[in-house]
């Protein structure tokens, strides 16, 4: 058995053992260096076996923490996160990162709203206080007038019905496996290049007519994807 092998196999026995809790901290990567006699690579490989596996998860400049119980996640159904984590037992918090003039410059623009004005949208979304997702939410400016003035860290949904009178009716999602890019990361105090499920969600109202399109980067570790069959 290789090193990596033995240092992954001890802190997964830790996990099994439940020595550790859900949300605790592993012991630090200079104390698994000293206890195994290993480099400071040979331990990365086996963290990074264990966050590969979804056990445990990093933290940039934090150190390396034992996962929490996931969100579950039915694709195929509307989305309200805020509604979806309570009724999990989770505390939802959601941070505007930016909200941009109106441009009809974004690719979204001219691929899926016929080249109109667009709002974009930035916010990363917590879970007890861990990020776990960020998300770009574009919208038009000739429907959603004055968003920009509206409060933005709740449910973007509740704030279309109530100011908007726009209903969401169904969604269609576009799922991939990828890695986090640069930007998206450092939001989620993760290192470049982690993975992570990228979803494209277009979002109708009732006449069938787009609402918003959103580009969504989930930590891969933070949910789990639930799909009933008919």
């Known amino acids: 058995m290789l090193l990596y092998q033995k240092i992954r196999n001890y802190i997964q026995d830790l996990l099994a053992q439940g020595s550790m809790q859900p949300g605790s901290k592993l012991p630090s990567e200079r104390s698994l260096q000293d206890t195994f006699n290993s480099t400071r690579i ?7 076996r264990l966050e590969a596996e979804g056990l445990i998860y990093s933290q940039k400049r934090r150190g390396w923490f034992v996962t929490p119980k996931k969100l579950s996640w039915h694709p195929a159904r509307k989305v309200n996160f805020n509604r979806l984590t309570k ?3 989770f505390e939802p918090k959601t941070e ?3 909200i941009e003039a109106p441009s009809s410059g974004y690719h979204v623009a001219k691929e899926h709203f016929s080249g109109e004005a667009l709002f974009k949208l930035t916010r990363v979304r917590k879970v007890d206080e861990r990020a776990i997702l960020m998300e ?3 919208c038009l400016e000739s429907r959603f007038e004055g968003l920009d003035k509206q409060a933005l860290n709740g449910s973007i949904t509740d704030v279309m019905s109530m100011h908007y009178n726009v209903e969401i009716s169904h969604e269609k999602c576009v799922i991939s496996v990828t890695v986090l890019p640069d930007e998206v990361a450092q939001k989620l105090e993760k290192n470049s290049g982690a993975p992570c499920l990228k979803v494209k969600r277009a979002r ?3 006449q069938k007519q787009l609402v918003d399109y959103n580009v969504e980067y989930w930590l891969h570790d933070a949910i789990e994807m639930v799909v009933e069959g008919i």
């Open 42 to 48: 040979t331990v990365r490989e086996a963290l990074a």
């Open 87 to 89: 009724e999990q037992g």
């Open 96 to 98: 505007v990162i930016s």
């Open 136 to 138: 770009e939410i574009y």
């Open 204 to 206: 109708y109202d009732g």
